[in-house]
T-cell receptor
Framework: DAMVIQNPRYQVTQFGKPVTLSCSQTLNHNVMYWYQQKSSQAPKLLFH???????NEADTPDNFQSRRPNTSFCFLDIRSPGLGDAAMYLCATSPQLGGRIHTQYFGPGTRLTVL | RKEVEQDPGPFNVPEGATVAFNCTYS??????FFWYRQDCRKEPKLLMSVYSSGNEDGRFTAQLNRASQYISLLIRDSKLSDSATYLCVVNRGSTLGRLYFGRGTQLTVWP
């Protein structure tokens, strides 16, 4: 049974056309993350939520925004996609147990193509 | 200096071979260590956590040397299905759960 679900799995958009990627989880984890991964590179953390608290990485462009309306769902909005934003976008979740964050569980990713 | 450094490979080995991957991390405050496996165009999946005493899971053995800030993964009796990219991952252990990924080491096992 899928525990971290991402939709869509493949997304094609046009240069400058806003796009929203979604992530949902059945694990009831309180921490959710969005990563960008380009070919042959390590996943790059864009931001994460600790419950409703939003934590942005310093080098994440303003073009990337996120929303977390409830524990189960998290969205990544790319306001004006550029060709350089074509990548795999990975959502991950993690439980916080005993005051510490444990390992992360990844969704299958959304592969974004920008034309 | 990058937070986590790995030899990118590629490593090409025959079935049945033993192969070892190395990884170094730069921050001595790091507290948790993992190896993830990532198949082509798929998401990373946790292979194993790495403990100070070293740990083994079937054909896979992970070692941690905190003094040298060095992590290793040994795969014995390689299978075709082991072909993947292996990511070394480090967590500083803060409540924010920030993971730092290496670029990954690519392994191809051939028949």
């Amino acid at each position: 049974d899928a525990m971290v679900i991402q939709n869509p799995r493949y997304q094609v958009t046009q240069f400058g056309k806003p796009v929203t990627l979604s992530c949902s989880q059945t694990l009831n984890h309180n921490v959710m993350y969005w990563y960008q991964q380009k070919s042959s590179q390590a996943p790059k953390l864009l931001f994460h939520y600790y419950d409703k608290d939003f934590n942005n990485e310093a080098d994440t462009p303003d073009n990337f925004q996120s929303r977390r309306p409830n524990t189960s769902f998290c969205f990544l909005d790319i306001r004006s996609p550029g060709l350089g934003d074509a990548a795999m976008y990975l959502c991950a979740t993690s439980p916080q147990l005993g005051g510490r964050i444990h390992t992360q569980y990844f969704g299958p990713g959304t592969r974004l193509t920008v034309l | 200096r990058k937070e986590v450094e790995q030899d990118p490979g590629p490593f090409n080995v025959p079935e049945g071979a033993t192969v070892a991957f190395n990884c170094t991390y730069s921050n001595s405050a790091s507290q948790s260590f993992f190896w993830y496996r990532q198949d082509c165009r798929k998401e990373p999946k946790l292979l194993m956590s790495v403990y100070s005493s070293g740990n083994e899971d079937g054909r896979f053995t992970a070692q941690l040397n905190r003094a040298s800030q060095y992590i290793s993964l040994l795969i014995r009796d390689s299978k075709l299905s082991d072909s993947a990219t292996y990511l070394c991952v480090v967590n500083r252990g803060s409540t924010l759960g920030r993971l730092y990924f290496g670029r990954g080491t690519q392994l191809t096992v051939w028949p």
